[in-house]
């Protein structure tokens, strides 16, 4: 079965950090570029970034720049999405999708046709 299973949300206090997963099962990930996308209640998916097959290039949405980190280890079919600097805003439902490449507008939800079930990010004091 083609699965693809996010991990690592929880709660967290204003300022903190999380490290989420993105893993692979039934398929491998390095032909895909990985996207990673958050929803909060009452508001459209919202794109995060974007990582290639190789790693070698990523995107970032403006809200996130310079606080969120995507990287991916295909030897381990994984993609992370490091998230320092949290602020109550980045609460959301955080989700992991797979395509073919990150150009063309990488965090358009219609991009992405595989997408993980995703875990829950609660940034609060």
């Known amino acids: 079965q083609l699965r693809l299973v996010e991990s690592g949300g929880g709660l967290v206090q204003p300022g903190g950090s999380l490290r989420l997963s993105c893993a692979a099962s039934g398929f491998t990930l390095d032909s895909y570029a990985i996207g990673w996308f958050r929803q909060a209640p009452g508001k459209e998916r919202e794109g995060v970034s974007c990582i290639t097959p190789s790693g070698s290039i990523s995107d970032y949405g403006d809200s996130v720049k310079g606080r969120f980190t995507i990287s991916r280890d295909n030897a381990k079919n994984t993609v992370h999405l490091q998230l320092n600097s949290l602020k109550p805003e980045d609460t959301g439902f955080y989700y992991c999708?797979?395509?073919?490449?990150?150009?063309?507008?990488?965090?358009?939800?219609?991009?992405?046709?595989?997408w993980g079930q995703g875990t829950q990010v609660t940034v609060t004091s």
């Open positions: 999708a797979a395509t073919g490449s990150c150009s063309s507008d990488p965090r358009r939800v219609s991009k992405y046709g595989f």
